[in-house]
């Protein structure tokens, strides 16, 4: 999966009007050029109003501030109640003046662009009118903070990660940023209380995971804390007769951290422990009469419009059932006959070829094993995508602060100002968490063809600002899970039975994922239930699983995504491939689906459509 708290970022493109002020007074979709102007000042003011909003979101993505011609990498995020409030209301504003916009030809790219723009803010305003929560381009969240995301971990991630630090000014503003996230811990500490005392309160379980969490931040010895060791070793490479010395700078951050940052911490894990008292036991979000409704809403965020909870959960169960029967042939076909299916996998655990203990030697080896698998598949991309992109990917291991906060791997894109390329990292702090057969997969997810593919595809489209600020997990995550079955069709997995099976078993816990979501957010699932379900249907660890139901217990509605979004997709090429007999071709049909940049998959199906129609007129 990709960074679970921030949007996708594609390579910048910068805004220019789509038309200059002269030549013929419509464009090539007979659309008036003023009509163009227009739109396309409203989609920079609308960027312009989001980046406002989240200038940690213009850092991440890369923007430069000269050529927005405003500051943002010396601010944070306002994660005020009022600035919830000043929100809901800014966005109303923005999606009227989008609404109002002049109607334009449906089959222009333009038209699409204005269409994905405004059913995202139509689901933005729709979600931010329940009052809690918090919601963004691509994001909706039913908690103020949670385990996996907030201020406590974005905040250091984004110093450590996407902080310029090539300057003294730069040096100064990280300082700044590191000086206001007190008060942004301070602010989601009142929300999340405020919406507890509304009845807007995340799982007991979750509120442990918190608690633990924001205790062992505390608890890392000063001199090695990531905040000040990343900060201190890059500053001294700063000239010292243009600034600071880079002990000053060491010295300053510091400060801030002892006496500032983590009494913060401290203060929010003895709040969350307080609020455990009265917090919930069952996992599902609870809040009255709107529970229901709310659901439904967040899955038609993450899935598609008039999303049925329990249609969902009757297509995961019955592709559970159907993928079993496959990882059973699989499994005799290698001489495996012997338990049910869960018992083999949960055997091939430890019978894999796996370090016996985690040791640097043998992360190492499993980086570099990593590293083969991603050549394996850029070799194999031409296959399965015309004119696919070239785009590095460096695989590395996820960094040790995050690793406490994040199990699995994650595909980090390129930024826009090129100082990082499209990374695949991935939690080496327990090496049994990652056999032998998991890993193929796990490459052609995250990587090739997977995310860092559809990325580098979407990069060359000529997308508006807006857009690339916008994910759409039905569609991303769908490609990617998509993507598995890609790298099985174009044998990856032929000299490796294994690592198939590991294939099929990724795939049988996206359905599981969907089963369990709508279980414990539509059916009353509890936590007891919903783990042992899924240890009993993946034959994965159950520590694993439990970080799994407390992921979706704070996401509604997302881990459906992954699913649904690959289900759709098949269903397209199985009709593609049925209209078009012999003339389907597996790397156009793929190309197809990638070349629109992230988009509604109606909006996927109507290319599709429109790819094979004009096939079948010539």
């Not at 009052?131 to 974005?154: C, H, K, M, T």
């Not at 796996?354 to 080896?365: H, I, L, Y």
């Not at 003339?583 to 290319?607: C, I, K, T, W």
Request: glycine share 8%.
């Amino acid at each position: 999966m990709k960074r679970l708290d921030q949007i996708h970022a594609f390579t910048l493109l910068s805004i220019s009007l789509l038309v200059s002020a002269c030549g013929p007074a419509v464009n090539e979709d007979g659309i008036a050029r003023s009509t163009v102007q227009e739109i396309d000042r409203t989609f920079q003011d609308t960027a312009r109003a989001e980046l406002a909003l989240s200038p940690e979101t213009a850092t991440r993505l890369g923007l430069e501030e000269r050529t927005l011609r405003q500051t943002f990498n010396d601010l944070l995020d306002d994660r005020s109640q009022a600035r919830f409030e000043r929100t809901r209301l800014l966005r109303l504003e923005l999606s009227d003046r989008l609404n109002r916009l002049p109607d334009i030809p449906d089959d222009s790219r333009l038209a699409r662009h204005l269409d994905i723009i405004r059913n995202q803010y139509k689901v933005l305003t729709r979600l931010e009118a329940y009052g809690f929560g918090r919601y963004e381009p691509g994001l909706a969240r039913p908690y103020a903070v949670d385990q996996l995301s907030g201020a406590w971990i974005n905040v250091p991630d984004l110093l450590i990660a996407s902080q310029p630090l090539s300057s003294h000014a730069d040096a100064e503003d990280y300082l700044k940023r590191l000086a206001a996230l007190p008060g942004a811990i301070a602010d989601e500490r009142r929300r999340l209380m405020s919406d507890a005392a509304n009845g807007i309160v995340p799982p007991r379980f979750v509120l442990d995971l918190l608690e633990q969490r924001l205790r062992a931040f505390v608890a890392e010895p000063i001199g090695t804390h990531p905040m000040i060791q990343t900060f201190g070793t890059v500053v001294g490479g700063l000239d010292p007769e243009q600034g600071r010395p880079a002990n000053e700078y060491r010295g300053a951050a510091t400060r801030l951290m002892l006496e500032e940052v983590l009494p913060a911490y401290r203060d929010f894990a003895d709040a969350v422990a307080e609020l455990k008292a009265d917090a919930p036991e069952m996992p599902g979000l609870q809040i009255g009469a709107e529970t229901e409704v709310y659901y439904r809403d967040s899955l038609s965020f993450y899935t598609q419009p008039g999303a049925d909870p329990d249609f969902l959960h009757q297509q995961g169960l019955q592709a559970v059932s159907d993928i079993l029967a496959e990882l059973d042939v699989q499994f005799a076909s290698l001489g495996l006959e012997a338990g049910t299916v869960q018992q083999r996998l949960a055997l091939l655990v430890p019978t894999s070829q796996q370090p016996a203990e985690t040791t640097q030697a043998a992360r190492d080896a499993v980086l570099r094993q990593l590293e083969d698998l991603v050549v394996d598949a850029e070799a194999a991309l031409p296959e399965m995508i015309d004119n696919p992109p070239g785009d590095p990917l460096i695989v590395t291991r996820m960094p040790a602060y995050k690793e406490r906060a994040f199990s699995g791997a994650v595909y980090v894109p390129a930024r826009a100002n090129g100082t990082s390329p499209g990374l695949f990292e991935i939690n080496l702090g327990h090496l049994e968490d990652w056999p032998d057969f998991a890993l193929p997969t796990l490459v052609y997810h995250e990587g090739i063809p997977g995310h860092h593919t559809e990325a580098g595809v979407a990069a060359r489209v000529r997308l508006p600002l807006l857009r690339q600020m916008m994910w759409d997990t039905a569609y991303g995550e769908g490609w990617a899970v998509y993507a598995e079955d890609l790298a099985d069709g174009a044998g990856l997995y032929s000299n490796d039975p294994l690592g198939r099976i590991g294939y099929l078993q990724s795939v049988l816990f996206r359905a599981a994922r969907l089963v369990v979501d709508t279980g414990i957010h539509a059916k009353g699932w509890s936590y007891q239930e919903a783990v042992d379900y899924l240890v009993e249907t993946t034959g994965l660890p159950r520590a694993s699983m439990e970080e799994e139901v407390a992921r979706y217990a704070v996401w509604p509605g997302q881990a459906a995504a992954y699913f649904n979004g690959r289900y759709r997709i098949i269903d397209m090429r199985v009709r593609a491939e049925a209209v078009l007999g012999g003339r389907f071709d597996e790397a156009a049909f793929n190309a197809v689906l990638l070349e629109g940049g992230p988009r509604p998959l109606s909006m996927v199906e109507q290319d599709v459509e429109a790819w094979y129609g004009e096939l079948l007129q010539n």
